[in-house]
Protein backbone atom coordinates (compact mmCIF):
# COMPACT_ATOMS: atom_id res chain seq x y z
CA UNK A 1 0.00 0.00 0.00
CA UNK A 2 0.90 3.61 -0.79
CA UNK A 3 2.34 6.24 1.83
CA UNK A 4 0.15 9.21 1.40
CA UNK A 5 2.37 12.54 1.95
CA UNK A 6 1.84 16.01 0.95
CA UNK A 7 1.54 16.96 -2.44
CA UNK A 8 5.32 18.09 -3.75
CA UNK A 9 7.39 16.87 -1.05
CA UNK A 10 10.81 16.20 -3.37
CA UNK A 11 11.08 12.63 -1.77
CA UNK A 12 8.36 11.43 -3.48
CA UNK A 13 10.74 11.81 -6.64
CA UNK A 14 13.30 9.59 -5.01
CA UNK A 15 10.71 7.35 -3.24
CA UNK A 16 8.94 6.94 -7.34
CA UNK A 17 12.41 5.69 -8.80
CA UNK A 18 13.04 3.14 -6.45
CA UNK A 19 9.40 2.03 -7.17
CA UNK A 20 7.63 2.83 -4.17
CA UNK A 21 4.13 3.93 -4.22
CA UNK A 22 3.86 7.30 -3.12
CA UNK A 23 0.26 8.71 -2.93
CA UNK A 24 -0.50 12.63 -2.89
CA UNK A 25 -2.66 14.14 -0.27
CA UNK A 26 -5.55 14.71 -2.89
CA UNK A 27 -5.96 11.33 -4.19
CA UNK A 28 -5.71 9.93 -0.72
CA UNK A 29 -8.90 12.14 0.14
CA UNK A 30 -10.72 10.75 -2.30
CA UNK A 31 -10.48 7.11 -1.11
CA UNK A 32 -12.47 5.38 1.25
CA UNK A 33 -9.78 3.92 3.94
CA UNK A 34 -8.94 4.74 7.07
CA UNK A 35 -4.99 5.24 6.88
CA UNK A 36 -2.77 5.16 9.68
CA UNK A 37 -1.26 8.58 10.97
CA UNK A 38 1.96 9.03 11.65
CA UNK A 39 3.71 12.54 12.72
CA UNK A 40 7.33 12.92 12.16
CA UNK A 41 9.06 15.07 14.26
CA UNK A 42 12.64 15.77 12.25
CA UNK A 43 15.11 17.03 14.24
CA UNK A 44 18.53 16.57 11.87
CA UNK A 45 20.43 19.17 10.46
CA UNK A 46 19.76 17.54 6.89
CA UNK A 47 15.94 17.05 6.58
CA UNK A 48 14.94 16.15 2.92
CA UNK A 49 17.64 13.21 3.22
CA UNK A 50 16.31 11.63 6.69
CA UNK A 51 12.53 12.25 5.10
CA UNK A 52 13.55 9.84 2.07
CA UNK A 53 15.61 7.16 4.69
CA UNK A 54 12.32 7.28 6.43
CA UNK A 55 9.40 7.22 3.90
CA UNK A 56 11.47 4.24 2.47
CA UNK A 57 10.88 1.79 5.41
CA UNK A 58 7.55 3.42 6.02
CA UNK A 59 6.28 2.10 2.53
CA UNK A 60 7.46 -1.42 3.11
CA UNK A 61 4.31 -2.65 4.61
CA UNK A 62 0.41 -3.41 3.39
CA UNK A 63 -1.26 -0.56 5.52
CA UNK A 64 -1.76 2.56 3.68
CA UNK A 65 -0.23 5.30 5.95
CA UNK A 66 -0.64 9.54 6.11
CA UNK A 67 2.82 11.04 6.85
CA UNK A 68 2.57 14.67 8.75
CA UNK A 69 6.04 16.43 9.57
CA UNK A 70 6.89 18.73 12.03
CA UNK A 71 9.70 20.25 13.28
CA UNK A 72 11.05 22.37 16.47
CA UNK A 73 9.44 26.16 16.36
CA UNK A 74 12.12 26.91 19.15
CA UNK A 75 15.26 26.39 16.83
CA UNK A 76 15.60 27.19 13.18
CA UNK A 77 17.37 24.62 10.73
CA UNK A 78 20.58 26.05 9.02
CA UNK A 79 20.94 23.34 6.84
CA UNK A 80 17.18 23.65 5.09
CA UNK A 81 15.49 25.80 3.11
CA UNK A 82 12.95 27.83 4.85
CA UNK A 83 10.72 27.80 1.85
CA UNK A 84 10.79 23.80 2.09
CA UNK A 85 10.12 23.83 5.70
CA UNK A 86 6.94 26.38 5.49
CA UNK A 87 5.90 24.19 2.87
CA UNK A 88 5.89 21.07 4.27
CA UNK A 89 6.57 21.13 7.83
CA UNK A 90 4.16 21.97 10.73
CA UNK A 91 5.01 23.01 14.22
CA UNK A 92 4.09 20.98 17.47
CA UNK A 93 1.76 24.17 18.84
CA UNK A 94 0.16 23.08 14.86
CA UNK A 95 -0.31 19.76 15.41
CA UNK A 96 -0.46 19.41 19.47
CA UNK A 97 -5.15 19.34 19.79
CA UNK A 98 -4.53 15.96 17.23
CA UNK A 99 -3.91 12.10 18.13
CA UNK A 100 -2.42 9.90 15.99
CA UNK A 101 -1.59 6.24 15.28
CA UNK A 102 2.48 6.28 15.59
CA UNK A 103 5.19 8.97 15.91
CA UNK A 104 9.04 8.94 14.93
CA UNK A 105 11.22 11.08 16.44
CA UNK A 106 14.70 11.36 14.76
CA UNK A 107 18.37 11.80 16.06
CA UNK A 108 19.71 15.39 16.53
CA UNK A 109 23.44 16.32 16.56
CA UNK A 110 23.42 17.23 20.28
CA UNK A 111 24.56 14.46 21.85
CA UNK A 112 27.23 15.98 23.22
CA UNK A 113 25.33 18.91 25.43
CA UNK A 114 23.81 17.92 28.28
CA UNK A 115 20.09 17.97 27.94
CA UNK A 116 19.04 21.07 29.30
CA UNK A 117 21.65 23.06 26.94
CA UNK A 118 19.52 21.80 24.26
CA UNK A 119 18.49 24.96 23.07
CA UNK A 120 14.96 23.43 22.23
CA UNK A 121 14.66 20.72 25.40
CA UNK A 122 11.72 22.76 26.78
CA UNK A 123 10.10 21.98 23.48
CA UNK A 124 11.21 18.43 23.01
CA UNK A 125 10.24 17.72 26.74
CA UNK A 126 6.48 19.08 26.30
CA UNK A 127 6.31 16.79 23.11
CA UNK A 128 7.07 13.82 24.87
CA UNK A 129 4.77 14.60 27.69
CA UNK A 130 1.87 14.75 24.88
CA UNK A 131 3.42 11.26 23.43
CA UNK A 132 2.07 9.35 26.36
CA UNK A 133 -1.55 10.34 25.74
CA UNK A 134 -1.98 11.44 21.89
CA UNK A 135 0.07 8.57 20.26
CA UNK A 136 -0.47 4.94 20.12
CA UNK A 137 3.15 3.81 19.31
CA UNK A 138 6.32 6.04 19.57
CA UNK A 139 9.32 5.10 17.64
CA UNK A 140 12.46 6.77 19.31
CA UNK A 141 15.91 6.95 17.58
CA UNK A 142 19.27 7.84 18.70
CA UNK A 143 19.48 11.17 20.36
CA UNK A 144 15.58 11.42 20.67
CA UNK A 145 16.19 7.51 22.29
CA UNK A 146 17.95 9.09 24.83
CA UNK A 147 16.26 11.77 25.55
CA UNK A 148 13.14 10.26 25.63
CA UNK A 149 14.21 7.43 28.38
CA UNK A 150 16.06 10.31 30.14
CA UNK A 151 12.55 12.34 30.19
CA UNK A 152 10.61 9.61 31.21
CA UNK A 153 12.82 6.80 33.32
CA UNK A 154 15.75 8.85 34.37
CA UNK A 155 18.40 7.48 32.77
CA UNK A 156 21.06 8.67 32.43
CA UNK A 157 23.67 9.02 29.01
CA UNK A 158 27.32 8.38 29.16
CA UNK A 159 30.06 9.92 27.45
CA UNK A 160 32.51 7.19 25.45
CA UNK A 161 36.27 7.86 24.52
CA UNK A 162 35.76 7.08 21.07
CA UNK A 163 32.78 7.71 18.85
CA UNK A 164 31.05 4.59 17.94
CA UNK A 165 30.65 4.19 14.49
CA UNK A 166 30.02 1.69 11.99
CA UNK A 167 28.23 -1.33 11.75
CA UNK A 168 27.77 -3.83 14.44
CA UNK A 169 26.62 -7.30 15.14
CA UNK A 170 23.29 -7.59 17.93
CA UNK A 171 21.65 -10.25 19.45
CA UNK A 172 18.44 -10.76 20.51
CA UNK A 173 17.48 -10.23 24.65
CA UNK A 174 14.26 -10.95 24.70
CA UNK A 175 12.42 -12.75 21.75
CA UNK A 176 9.16 -12.51 23.39
CA UNK A 177 8.81 -8.91 21.58
CA UNK A 178 6.95 -8.54 18.47
CA UNK A 179 9.23 -5.84 17.28
CA UNK A 180 12.01 -8.16 16.90
CA UNK A 181 9.81 -11.24 15.05
CA UNK A 182 11.88 -12.54 12.47
CA UNK A 183 15.20 -11.41 13.18
CA UNK A 184 18.25 -13.80 12.75
CA UNK A 185 19.42 -14.44 16.17
CA UNK A 186 22.80 -12.31 14.85
CA UNK A 187 21.81 -8.89 13.20
CA UNK A 188 23.47 -5.70 11.81
CA UNK A 189 22.75 -2.39 12.09
CA UNK A 190 24.57 0.84 11.82
CA UNK A 191 25.47 3.17 14.59
CA UNK A 192 26.77 6.88 14.75
CA UNK A 193 27.13 8.67 18.17
CA UNK A 194 29.22 10.01 20.95
CA UNK A 195 27.00 8.59 23.92
CA UNK A 196 25.44 5.58 25.20
CA UNK A 197 22.89 4.45 27.48
CA UNK A 198 24.04 1.55 30.11
CA UNK A 199 22.42 -1.85 30.94
CA UNK A 200 22.99 -1.13 34.29
CA UNK A 201 21.16 1.98 34.56
CA UNK A 202 18.39 0.05 32.56
CA UNK A 203 17.71 -2.78 34.78
CA UNK A 204 17.13 -0.47 37.58
CA UNK A 205 13.69 0.32 36.01
CA UNK A 206 11.22 -2.35 36.29
CA UNK A 207 9.00 -0.38 33.53
CA UNK A 208 11.83 -1.15 30.61
CA UNK A 209 12.53 -4.28 28.90
CA UNK A 210 15.84 -4.19 26.78
CA UNK A 211 15.29 -5.93 23.75
CA UNK A 212 18.55 -6.03 22.08
CA UNK A 213 22.01 -5.14 22.25
CA UNK A 214 25.38 -5.50 20.60
CA UNK A 215 28.77 -6.21 22.81
CA UNK A 216 30.95 -3.50 20.67
CA UNK A 217 27.46 -0.49 20.40
CA UNK A 218 26.20 -1.47 23.87
CA UNK A 219 22.20 -1.52 23.64
CA UNK A 220 20.18 -1.17 21.09
CA UNK A 221 16.61 -1.55 21.13
CA UNK A 222 14.29 -0.85 24.44
CA UNK A 223 10.58 -1.21 24.79
CA UNK A 224 7.86 -0.44 27.65
CA UNK A 225 4.57 0.46 27.80
CA UNK A 226 3.33 -2.87 26.32
CA UNK A 227 5.12 -0.96 23.05
CA UNK A 228 4.02 2.19 23.31
CA UNK A 229 7.85 2.94 23.19
CA UNK A 230 10.22 1.98 21.63
CA UNK A 231 13.94 3.62 21.51
CA UNK A 232 16.09 2.51 19.65
CA UNK A 233 19.64 4.24 19.64
CA UNK A 234 21.27 3.13 16.23
CA UNK A 235 20.17 4.04 12.77
CA UNK A 236 18.79 1.54 11.07
CA UNK A 237 17.50 4.00 8.46
CA UNK A 238 20.43 4.96 7.05
CA UNK A 239 21.32 4.62 3.54
CA UNK A 240 24.35 2.56 1.97
CA UNK A 241 26.35 5.85 2.19
CA UNK A 242 25.27 8.02 5.26
CA UNK A 243 28.52 7.07 7.20
CA UNK A 244 30.57 7.79 4.53
CA UNK A 245 28.91 10.83 3.96
CA UNK A 246 29.83 11.28 8.28
CA UNK A 247 32.94 10.48 8.03
CA UNK A 248 33.89 12.47 5.15
CA UNK A 249 32.38 15.47 6.51
CA UNK A 250 34.32 14.94 9.53
CA UNK A 251 37.98 15.05 7.66
CA UNK A 252 36.98 18.05 5.40
CA UNK A 253 36.12 19.93 9.49
CA UNK A 254 39.73 18.06 10.62
CA UNK A 255 38.12 16.02 13.44
CA UNK A 256 39.92 12.99 12.66
CA UNK A 257 37.37 11.03 12.73
CA UNK A 258 37.56 7.39 12.91
CA UNK A 259 36.70 4.56 10.16
CA UNK A 260 33.57 3.34 10.45
CA UNK A 261 33.67 -0.04 11.28
CA UNK A 262 32.65 -3.36 9.78
CA UNK A 263 31.63 -1.02 6.97
CA UNK A 264 33.99 -0.24 4.18
CA UNK A 265 35.22 -3.54 2.41
CA UNK A 266 38.60 -3.87 4.18
CA UNK A 267 38.03 -1.53 6.28
CA UNK A 268 39.56 1.01 3.42
CA UNK A 269 37.51 4.29 2.56
CA UNK A 270 38.27 3.91 -0.88
CA UNK A 271 36.66 1.10 -1.34
CA UNK A 272 32.61 1.80 -1.84
CA UNK A 273 30.86 -0.19 1.20
CA UNK A 274 28.07 -3.08 1.01
CA UNK A 275 24.97 -2.57 2.51
CA UNK A 276 24.74 -5.34 5.16
CA UNK A 277 21.59 -3.93 7.46
CA UNK A 278 18.61 -2.96 4.47
CA UNK A 279 16.53 -6.21 5.33
CA UNK A 280 16.80 -5.84 9.12
CA UNK A 281 15.64 -1.79 8.90
CA UNK A 282 12.98 -2.59 7.16
CA UNK A 283 11.73 -5.54 9.49
CA UNK A 284 12.17 -3.11 12.20
CA UNK A 285 9.65 -0.56 10.67
CA UNK A 286 6.89 -3.39 9.48
CA UNK A 287 6.98 -4.92 12.76
CA UNK A 288 6.56 -1.71 14.21
CA UNK A 289 3.76 -0.38 12.04
CA UNK A 290 2.00 -3.73 12.22
CA UNK A 291 2.77 -4.89 15.79
CA UNK A 292 2.74 -1.67 17.98
CA UNK A 293 0.87 0.83 15.81
CA UNK A 294 -2.02 -0.96 13.35
CA UNK A 295 -2.81 -3.64 15.94
CA UNK A 296 -2.96 -1.39 19.07
CA UNK A 297 -4.43 1.55 17.73
CA UNK A 298 -7.80 2.40 18.23
CA UNK A 299 -10.26 2.58 14.71
CA UNK A 300 -10.88 6.37 16.66
CA UNK A 301 -8.75 8.31 17.54
CA UNK A 302 -9.98 10.17 20.30
CA UNK A 303 -9.86 7.27 22.16
CA UNK A 304 -6.32 7.29 22.71
CA UNK A 305 -5.28 7.58 26.14
Known amino acids: MPITIKDGLPAAEVLSKENIFVMPKARAASQDIRPLRIVILNLMPLKKTTEVHLLR ?21 KNTAKDHLSDFYLTFDQIKEKKYDGMIITGAPVETFEYEQVNYWSEIQEILKWTETNVTSTLHICWAAQAGLYYHYGIPKHSIKNKISGVFEHNIVDSREPIIRGFDDCFLAPHSRHTEVRREDIEKIDKLDIISESEDAGIYIVSAR ?26 DKGLNP ?7 PDDNPANEPIVSWRSHAHLLFSNWLNYYVYQMTPYNLNDIN
Open 226 to 251: KGRQIFVTGHAEYDPLTLKDEYVRDL
Open 57 to 77: LLSNSALQIEVELIRTASHDS
Open 258 to 264: IIPKNYF
